[in-house]
């Protein structure tokens, strides 16, 4: 992995495969903040470098896109950026950054597990997101409605075990096609899928932009899972304990 700019908010790194399929890659939540070690943080969607070039954005100091140095990173990228089919992706918080970016760059698709709609505490007083919106020293984007734009393909998917996961999803534009995984993976969808071995192929099928089969896959998927669960619950009936 090749790092293109690194400062204290913002990094940029790179696999190039030389495709004209991009794929830039932005963070979730690692802790109070990001060192320069990023493999971890980028592991999930390591894999879409298999096929195409990924681009890693690391917005180092978890801010929701607010502290990230969107001008340096489209400077940076620019030059490999040019007659590419570009897809942003992320997790949480990297799913909600993921959106945003389609503001700076023509963004062709963006792929999303569970983002934020907004966690400034203003619009969003729950618990959960206080200790990160307190830390966020200016607010540029107090929402990512600015970057939803009718040119672009949004796939988001969701699931419901985790509470502000459910309250957020009501609040996205009609025109973003929205897939629920329901019981069948927690907050942290990406890597549950790449547990079981199934992410690199929800991909795959997010590149067909066939709603209908990546709906299909989303159902199946969940109903293996839940119904894999109750076969393992232990029956409490013969426990003597």
Not at 11 to 39: C, P
Request: include cysteine; aromatic fraction near 14%; hydrophobic fraction near 35%.
């Amino acid at each position: 992995m090749e790092i293109l700019y690194n400062s204290e908010t913002t990094r940029v790194s790179v696999i190039n495969k030389d495709t004209d399929h991009v794929y830039i890659s932005f963070n979730g939540l690692t802790g109070e903040s990001i060192g320069d070690e990023m493999a971890e943080v980028m592991e999930e969607f390591k894999s879409l470098a298999k096929n195409s070039t990924v681009f890693f954005v690391a917005d180092k100091t978890m801010s929701w896109g607010n502290h990230l140095d969107w001008e340096a990173i489209v400077k940076v990228l620019r030059p490999y950026l040019k007659k590419k089919t570009i897809t942003t992706v992320g997790l949480s918080m990297g799913g909600s950054n993921a959106i945003l970016a389609t503001q700076f760059f023509k963004v062709y698709k963006v792929i999303a597990f569970n983002p934020q709609y907004t966690i400034y505490p203003e619009f969003y007083p729950e618990t959960e997101y206080l200790l990160w919106a307190e830390k966020i020293k200016s607010w540029r984007f107090k929402t990512i409605y600015s970057g939803f734009s009718k040119d672009t393909i949004y796939f988001l998917f969701w699931s419901s075990i985790h509470r502000p996961d459910t309250l957020f999803k009501g609040l996205f534009p009609t025109h973003a096609d929205v897939f629920d995984f329901g019981h069948g993976c927690g907050h942290n969808i990406a890597g549950d899928l790449k547990a079981n071995d199934k992410l690199a192929r929800l991909f795959e099928l997010c590149e067909t932009n066939n709603v209908k089969i990546i709906d299909n896959f989303v159902k199946e998927y969940t109903q293996n899972i839940l119904s894999h669960s109750q076969d393992t619950v232990p029956d409490k009936s013969c426990n003597n304990g």
